[in-house]
């Protein structure tokens, strides 16, 4: 699932974009790999806070 702020700013994305978590990708479930993976390694590139991971960001099928 996705978690959404009332401003409709995606949680997963902002903790991306501030090296508070990182990636994981489990298939078939790839609808926001790239974009994920895109913040990732632009917070990355800026020296984010990758040192003090809080989270990792699964994308996950739940449906089978």
Known sequence: F???L???EM???????????????FPPDTK????FISIQNDAKS????FGKVLFV???INYYN
Do not use: D, T
């Open 57 to 59: 960001i699964m994308i």
């Open 11 to 25: 949680v997963q994305k902002l903790l991306l974009a501030e090296g508070l978590a990182r990636v994981a990708v």
């Open 2 to 4: 996705y978690v959404y």
């Open 46 to 49: 800026k020296n984010k806070a």
């Open 6 to 8: 009332e401003s409709g």
């Open 32 to 35: 926001y790999e790239l974009e």
